[in-house]
């Protein structure tokens, strides 16, 4: 069973840096793509970035050239190094997994970041 268990969520300043952490402790899938979502006050939930297996990133616009994806296949988990926040960076991050045509979610972690 996949358990996705995220971390590193907080309140930090504009111009600061967060990492978030998102690690599946239980199951032993070799995750096709793993990836991170976002859903700020009053949005629909938008992919952030994600990563495959073999290390192919993908990264929304906004957050180009601030944010990286990586991941650690051996430990199935994910991360993504934030830097240079923003306010409109503010939302509840939400980890996401594929495995062949399933998809799982972690539970979200708050990011806030204040002007």
């Known amino acids: 069973q996949v358990q996705l268990v995220e971390s590193g969520g907080g309140l930090v300043q504009a111009g600061g840096s967060l990492r978030l952490s998102c690690v599946d402790s239980r199951s032993i899938f070799s995750f096709n793509r793993m990836g991170w979502y976002r859903r700020a006050p009053g949005k629909q939930r938008e992919l952030v970035a994600d990563i495959t297996s073999g290390g192919s990133t993908n990264y929304t616009d906004s957050v180009k050239g601030r944010f990286t994806i990586s991941r650690d296949n051996a430990k199935n988990s994910v991360y993504l190094q934030m830097n240079s926040l923003k306010p409109e960076d503010t939302a509840v991050y939400y980890c996401?997994?594929?495995?062949?045509?399933?998809?799982?979610w972690g539970q979200g972690t708050q990011v806030t970041v204040s002007s």
């Open positions: 996401n997994a594929v495995f062949r045509s399933f998809s799982y």
